[in-house]
């Protein structure tokens, strides 16, 4: 794997980081998926496809991800003490530029959790084949300011639309307001499920998607608010389902600018499917409604 003679400064990597594309920012989470199920070769070849088709100097944030992966691979797969040492220092050194943290991932405790790795792996093979998968740490997303993420970026569609505002300082979801000024400036809701426009496209941070949930004081009103979960890469209008249940509903309706849903970013992992011939045994077996009792 050849050397990035260039690292570029934070302030430059800060200016290149919108530009990096979606197929880029996916493949990036696959990575990170698969190295949280102790995939680390897999991890490796993912991040290198992208490394191989990035040509600017951020490509050395990708290699440092690489070289971690590699390192563990070692550890894990080729059992190599040696190889273990070389890539995961190799690592450290092309990802220090980049702390504390770039393209949502947290660097700096990416980097403490491989130096720590660095001061515990074994010399022997032996030793190293015998390390249990639980021993090594998760890919870290980045978590700043005592728990707030990255911003959740909103684009608006039509003027008249507002912005997602939070209740409370500790609210988890983020009011969604009905926009309706394409709509005479208010909507009759029925029992047959219709979507409501907000007005508004989202993108969530990295390692995140958007869900839709219910507002509690409309569901007591006889309102049914569809569930509903928004993927990172959609970047189309953000429309709420929403229904009369029951005579309670009855009349109801939506003015422009009524809060009507929740937003929430919720983390996600991107697993991969693996076929297998059987699943191992639990308690519960393959009960199913009501077998776990009231």
Request: proline letters at 4%; hydrophobic letters at 40%.
């Given at each position: 794997m050849a050397r990035v003679r260039e690292t570029p400064s934070r302030a430059e990597q800060l200016a290149l980081e919108p530009t990096i594309p979606a197929e880029h920012r996916l493949e990036l989470a696959?990575?990170?998926?698969?190295?949280d199920a102790r995939k680390f070769f897999d991890a490796h070849e993912t991040w290198e496809d992208i490394w191989q088709v990035e040509r600017r100097s951020i490509r050395s944030f990708?290699?440092?991800?690489?070289?971690?992966?590699?390192?563990?691979?070692?550890?894990?797969?080729?059992?190599r003490p040696r190889g273990v040492r070389i890539k995961l220092s190799s690592g450290?050194?092309?990802?220090v530029p980049y702390a504390p943290s770039y393209l949502g991932v947290d660097v700096s405790t990416m980097i403490v959790d491989a130096a720590a790795l660095l001061r515990q792996a074994p010399d022997r093979p032996a030793?190293?084949?015998?390390?249990?998968?639980?021993?090594?740490?998760?890919?870290?997303?980045?978590?700043t300011d005592g728990g707030t993420l990255?911003?959740?970026r909103v684009r608006r569609l039509r003027a008249a639309a507002q912005?997602?505002?939070?209740?409370?300082e500790l609210s988890s979801g983020l009011d969604l307001y009905a926009e309706l000024s394409e709509h005479g400036g208010s909507l009759n809701l029925t029992q047959m499920p219709q979507p409501v426009p907000t007005g508004i496209a989202c993108a969530p941070p990295d390692g995140y998607e958007i869900q839709i949930r219910p507002r509690s004081g409309l569901t007591?009103?006889?309102?049914?608010?569809?569930?509903?979960?928004?993927?990172?890469?959609?970047?189309?209008?953000?429309l709420v389902s929403m229904c009369l249940r029951g005579p309670a509903g009855r009349g109801f309706r939506i003015e422009h600018g009524d809060r009507i849903a929740q937003l929430v970013v919720a983390p996600v992992a991107l697993?991969?499917?693996?076929?297998?011939?059987?699943?191992?045994d639990t308690e519960r077996g393959s009960g199913g409604f009501g077998s776990t009792g009231r």
């Open positions: 696959r990575g990170a998926a698969e190295w990708y290699q440092g991800l690489i070289l971690l992966a590699a390192g563990l691979h070692h550890w894990t797969g080729t059992h450290i050194e092309r990802l030793a190293l084949a015998e390390t249990s998968l639980d021993f090594f740490p998760p890919f870290r997303w980045a978590v990255g911003a959740l912005l997602p505002t939070r209740g409370s007591r009103r006889g309102v049914e608010i569809g569930w509903g979960t928004v993927d990172a890469d959609y970047r189309g209008e953000l697993t991969s499917v693996e076929e297998v011939e059987s699943l191992d």
